[in-house]
């Protein structure tokens, strides 16, 4: 038997099954996308509030803005695996909604702020509250067979494109009526969303299928720890993870910077690049990855798209003109099928009572790079530019090191997952 057949866990004694997965994907669907639209309609003011809060200069807004994102990073190192577990105790429903009226309380702190202070409670509180998208991993696993769940977790991804593509946006317009209005417009989505969740979204974890809550486990470590202990093997995926987070989490911050110094490209030009991408990338998230996983399986499909990506960050970072540099989107965007065929070998690994701990668990360690990543990246970024004035290819060189991450961690897939295929075609062919 396989170590990725789903081991043996209370048995299920309910007569109702879970929600149908068809009306159930749609919920969810709409949490997630409503979740992200709120997250990112706050991003093009949230500078400008800062600085008409502080009254500083521009180095005080940038490092203040930088202390935000490391704060809010570490409340979700902290609070994800913490909501994991919760949602495998006591469903994934209450934690989804949770979530939805902490971040809406959140982002009304927010929208009246008088004080720096108080803009800082604020991202404190969201970086805690925003979980729904641990839970609703937790969720889709829950409404996916097995050989679906690629499919299903690149619905969430493309969910969380297109609300990445239509916040902004949508921030940008509310920014010009007035610089509070796109917190208030993020409040109502956040409780609009947690209302409809609460007349309508069902519980997908039967309570015969729950675990109880150890203490030792609501913490990053220990959650961590337990799983580890249980399936060695995700001490591997885990440092995937962590390579995969180091690598996007600090290439993602440079795309605007990188773009500026080495094209001289306009903000209308980074905000049609940054649009393509997310259009792509829910493009691909959406209707790619469950033909694609069925045709070359789960873990294939994990490595060629870690191979596209890793070929996408060379070739940004040897992108002397901007035309080069639109052609390694393709590449980014196409590989952009691993994530969820990623998710989708690591989420059949675990039991149904321990989904929420595992997305909890993997949450936090991409938190983890998250709060190291982008000052590292962007200190490398202005290392190159001052070596520019001898020479130019230096500008590239933030690029080629998240590519060397993004090998590292290709290699260490495949190893990690050298048993995936066996697993496959054991589950496909109905094997025990």
């Given at each position: 038997m396989s170590f990725l057949k789903t081991p043996t866990t209370t048995p299920d004694t309910t007569p109702e099954g879970p929600p149908r997965r068809s009306a159930a994907a749609v919920f969810i669907y709409i949490t997630i996308l409503l979740d992200m639209m709120a997250m990112g309609v706050t991003l093009p003011v949230l500078p400008r509030l800062i600085q008409g809060l502080s009254g500083g200069g521009a180095d005080h807004v940038a490092r203040t803005f930088g202390l935000f994102a490391t704060v809010f990073a570490v409340m979700q190192f902290l609070a994800q695996p913490v909501q994991g577990a919760l949602s495998d105790r006591f469903g994934r429903r209450p934690v989804i909604l949770a979530s939805n009226f902490g971040l809406g309380v959140d982002y009304l702190v927010m929208a009246l702020a008088p004080t720096l202070p108080w803009l800082f409670l604020g991202r404190v509180i969201s970086g805690a509250a925003a979980g729904s998208f641990t839970?609703?991993?937790?969720?889709?696993?829950?409404?996916?067979?097995?050989?679906?769940?690629?499919?299903?977790?690149?619905?969430?991804?493309?969910?969380?494109?297109?609300?990445?593509?239509?916040?902004?946006?949508?921030?940008?317009?509310?920014?010009?009526?007035?610089?509070?209005?796109?917190?208030?417009?993020?409040?109502?989505l956040s409780?609009?969303?947690?209302?409809?969740?609460?007349?309508?979204?069902?519980?997908?974890?039967?309570?015969?299928?729950?675990?109880?809550?150890?203490?030792?486990?609501?913490?990053?470590?220990?959650g961590?720890?337990?799983?580890?202990?249980?399936?060695?093997?995700?001490?591997?995926?885990?440092?995937?993870?962590?390579?995969?987070?180091?690598?996007?989490?600090?290439?993602?911050?440079l795309f605007t910077i990188y773009s500026t110094y080495r094209y001289a490209w306009k903000p209308a030009d980074i905000g049609l690049f940054l649009a393509a991408l997310g259009a792509m990338n829910f493009a691909v998230s959406s209707w790619a990855v469950q033909p694609i996983t069925r045709r070359l399986g789960e873990r294939m499909t994990t490595l060629v798209g870690m191979g596209l990506q890793s070929v996408s960050l060379i070739l940004f970072g040897l992108a002397g003109q901007s035309w080069l540099f639109w052609v390694a989107l393709p590449f980014l965007c196409v590989g952009s099928i691993s994530g969820p065929a990623w998710q989708a070998i690591v989420s059949n690994m675990v039991g149904t009572n321990e989904q929420g701990r595992l997305a909890g668990a993997f949450g936090g360690m991409f938190s983890i790079a998250g709060m190291a990543a982008p000052i590292a990246f962007t200190s490398l970024f202005a290392l190159a530019v001052g070596r520019h004035a001898t020479n130019g290819a230096w500008l590239g060189a933030p690029f080629f090191v998240a590519a060397a991450l993004s090998v590292v961690a290709l290699g260490l897939a495949a190893w990690a997952t050298r048993h995936a295929g066996a697993a496959e075609t054991e589950r496909a062919s109905g094997g025990a």
């Open positions: 839970a609703a991993s937790a969720y889709m696993a829950d409404i996916s067979e097995a050989e679906d769940r690629a499919g299903g977790f690149g619905q969430i991804f493309g969910a969380a494109s297109l609300g990445i593509i239509l916040g902004p946006a949508l921030g940008g317009v509310l920014a010009s009526l007035d610089m509070r209005a796109p917190f208030w417009v993020a409040a109502i409780l609009a969303n947690a209302l409809y969740g609460l007349f309508v979204l069902p519980e997908s974890l039967k309570k015969a299928n729950r675990a109880p809550v150890v203490l030792s486990q609501l913490n990053p470590v220990g961590l720890a337990y799983l580890i202990k249980r399936y060695p093997v995700l001490l591997g995926m885990v440092t995937v993870v962590f390579l995969y987070g180091l690598t996007w989490q600090g290439v993602n911050p």
